[in-house]
């Protein structure tokens, strides 16, 4: 078994047994990241890489190792990191050198890790696709001539392609789960306000979560452990203990009532996603679990909802980038406004000026109430559904993506790739966490089982999904290289 | 109801964007096409469901009124297009 095969669990096994230092495995990885041609990374920190290497192999002779100590990871570039360059796929940021440390790259770097690079992404997190990076797309490691899924497909390509053992990602409207899907990996987004968004270059604040994006359940709540917590620095972050993710693993599922909403099997489901979401769902009737039909009646919904609401927040959230404090700034403005104007025109990309369009006509004087105030109230709408739904089954699955991965630049209008997000929203929109989990291919591409639990349990999720992943062997499967 | 190149170009310029001919003929279009996915939401009875603005309906937290930032001016100061004794530039304002 190569190295870049390896989960976290068994690099920190190598790491403790010295069957390779930390130095020795983030070379490797550096080495695969500089042959790679994925476009996954925006920046690679090879140099700060082989440092924290050093220091954590020294940490390790002491014998005061943790889980994560030495592990080379992967961090998306919307996380503030300080020193280091934090694009967030956008021209706008593109010499923005973060003065700071975003709360989840601060955890990060207390566990000792290794952080190979920043990974590339849909600009400001908005995109299915990684189409919309202005460094360019990134390509689907099951095959170079689809997409890798969006916005965190930097992250997912570099998971799925073997140049980082795990990754960070960022799920707003399904930026974790939908990549993870694509690409085949594991990929956890919790329960809003679990993860600190101080420091995450915000999209839409009431949606916007981060969480780990791995090969496997085990190594998700790992990750999670050192992500997760209350910061006082973001004003949404929940105060709630956080357990051992890793605690409940192997508990047994036998008893557990799985949801199926009829309204996530409909038209616009491929066949064949639709059976390799099935068989996985008879693999747990298998290990004792029952099914049962649910119904989400609001979810068709979710679409106009989201696309009302995210933009409206972008819109807000977006302004600040106006070419005066740091950031892009057009040549030789000749007076303020033109400074706006075009450090704004020129510094965002095309999806980014549509999104920020809608939001300021959406809030404008007159239309708040037929547009943000209706979609806030069919919001309620659609978490009511899921309060529902949780009172009868203990987790709800079904497909992440409506089909597996598309052609890249084959799908042009906006629309279009809005509907490809119809199974992912509704969880941002009600604050729920879902996760996106191996289960099978269909013509040689990855297909993703989404599981969607009630408000913090994330233990739950990772348990399920674990005891899935000790019955399967999707999850392990690797793309061919040439 | 549907957007003209006219307002489109009006929502941009309030936005703080500005967009060439060829821009705004597309934005109008996609405008339109999501806001047309946008009017499902019409058809949907919201009467006395409370708007849900925050997914946890949290309440804001409140700290004491102190001073807890120190001064990093310099630091961000570094990384800012163009300043000047502490303060940031643009274009003149006013004469």
């Known amino acids: 078994m190569s190295i870049h095969t390896k989960t976290i669990a068994q690099l920190a096994q190598g790491l403790k047994d010295k069957d390779f230092s930390s130095v020795e495995i983030t070379q490797h990885y550096l080495d695969r990241i500089k042959q ?115 916005s965190s497909g930097g992250s997912a390509a570099s998971v799925a392609g073997g140049l980082s053992c795990f990754a960070t990602g960022t799920d707003t409207g399904g930026s974790i789960r939908q990549p993870a899907s694509l690409c085949g990996i594991t990929g956890l987004k919790p329960t809003y306000g679990r993860v600190s968004r101080y420091g995450m270059i915000a999209y839409a604040s009431s949606l916007d979560q981060a969480g780990p994006m791995t090969k496997t359940a085990e190594d998700a709540a790992i990750v ?112 303020l406004e033109d400074l706006y104007l075009r450090s704004r025109s020129e510094g965002f990309g095309e999806e980014v000026k549509r999104r920020i369009m809608i939001g300021a006509y959406a809030l404008s004087a007159g239309y708040y109430d037929a547009y943000y105030l209706k979609a806030q109230k069919t919001r309620h709408l659609i978490s009511d559904d899921f309060k529902k739904a949780f009172k009868e089954v203990d987790v709800i699955m079904g497909p992440v993506s409506p089909t597996t991965a598309f052609d890249l630049g084959s ?21 729920l966490p879902g996760m996106s989990i191996p289960a099978g291919f269909s013509k040689k591409l990855p297909v993703g089982l989404q599981l969607i ?30 | ?50 708007p849900m603005a925050h997914p946890l309906h949290m309440t804001q937290r409140l700290r004491a009124d102190v001073v807890t930032e120190k001064d990093h001016s310099d630091l961000f100061q570094s990384i800012a297009p163009k300043t000047d004794n502490k303060h940031y530039l643009v274009p003149t304002v006013i004469e």
């Open chain 1, 453 to 482: 639990g009630d408000y913090w349990s994330e233990s739950k999720l990772l348990n399920i999904a674990h005891q899935f992943q000790l019955q399967t062997d999707w999850h392990a499967q690797s793309p061919q290289e040439n």
């Open chain 1, 224 to 335: 999670l452990n050192a992500m997760a917590g209350f910061d006082e620095k973001d004003s949404t972050s929940a105060e709630q203990e956080v357990p051992d993710y890793t605690a409940n693993l192997n508990d047994s599922i036998k008893g557990l009532t799985i949801g199926l909403p009829k309204e996530f099997f409909s038209d616009g489901l491929d066949d064949e996603v639709a059976t390799q979401i099935m068989s996985a769902v008879k693999e747990f009737e298998a290990m004792g679990a029952t099914v049962k039909e649910v119904s989400l009646p609001n979810s068709a919904y979710a679409i106009p909802t989201y696309y009302i609401v995210a933009p409206c927040e972008c819109s807000s959230n977006l302004s600040r980038m106006d070419g005066v404090r740091y950031g892009y700034r057009c040549e030789n403005p000749k007076d």
């Open chain 1, 36 to 150: 790679s041609d994925l476009n996954a990374f925006i920046t690679v920190t090879d140099e700060l890489a082989m440092t924290q290497a050093q220091a954590a192999d020294e940490k390790i002779a002491t014998g005061n190792a943790g889980i994560l100590t030495g592990i080379p990871y992967a961090h998306k570039d919307i996380f503030c990191t300080q020193g280091v360059k934090t694009s967030a796929g956008s021209k706008m940021l593109d010499n923005f050198i973060s003065p700071y440390d975003a709360t989840v790259s601060h955890q990060l770097n207390q566990t000792d890790l290794v952080m190979l690079g920043k990974t590339n992404m849909d600009e400001f997190a908005m995109g299915s696709s990684n189409e919309n990076s202005f460094y360019g797309a990134v390509k689907n490691p099951w095959d170079k001539s689809k997409i890798p899924g969006g």
């Open chain 1, 411 to 431: 799908v042009k209008d906006p629309v279009s790739m809005y509907l490809a997000d119809i199974y992912t929203l509704s969880a941002n929109l009600a604050g």
């Open chain 2, 1 to 50: 109801m549907s957007l003209s190149e006219g307002q489109v170009s009006q929502i941009a310029y309030l936005a703080r964007l500005s967009l060439s001919n060829e821009a705004l003929k597309d934005n109008t279009k996609d405008l339109n096409a999501i806001l047309g996915l946008a009017e499902q939401l019409g058809s949907i009875d919201t009467d006395g469901i409370e």
